[in-house]
């Protein structure tokens, strides 16, 4: 099995940075994609950004092309989402997550089999 822990995330004002990192550990492997996702409270989990691991290919949300940016470190085992100019409508809980197969939408988050534990981004207008 994948277990993914996340961290870095924080409160900052409108117009601010943070970075998130992701580290895997376990039968990577298997693992094809890693993909952020984040949930706002009373809304629906939805995807953020998704690259695919054996390429570096990279997927960004429209909602956020141009503001964050997704890569990885394959040889720490670790994705990162640098989130830039950052917006109230921003806030939510990110989640790391590991999608073990090809095909299916990647920004569905049913397709994705293992889940960090959330990591907590507060942005203030």
């Known amino acids: 099995q994948v277990q993914l822990v996340e961290s870095g995330g924080g409160s900052v004002q409108a117009g601010g940075s943070l970075r998130l990192s992701c580290t895997a550990s376990?039968?990577?492997?298997?693992?094809?994609?890693m993909g952020w996702f984040r949930q706002a409270p009373g809304k629906e989990r939805e995807g953020v950004a998704v690259i695919v691991r054996g390429t570096g290919m990279t997927f960004h949300v429209d909602s956020v092309k141009g503001r964050f940016t997704i890569s990885q470190n394959s040889a720490k085992n670790t994705v990162y989402l640098q989130m830039n100019t950052l917006k109230p409508e921003d806030t939510a809980m990110y989640y790391c997550a590991a999608k073990d197969a090809y095909g299916g939408s990647l920004f569905d988050p049913t397709n994705f089999v293992r889940w960090g534990q959330g990591t907590q981004v507060t942005v203030s207008s």
């Open positions: 376990g039968y990577t492997n298997s693992v094809k994609y």
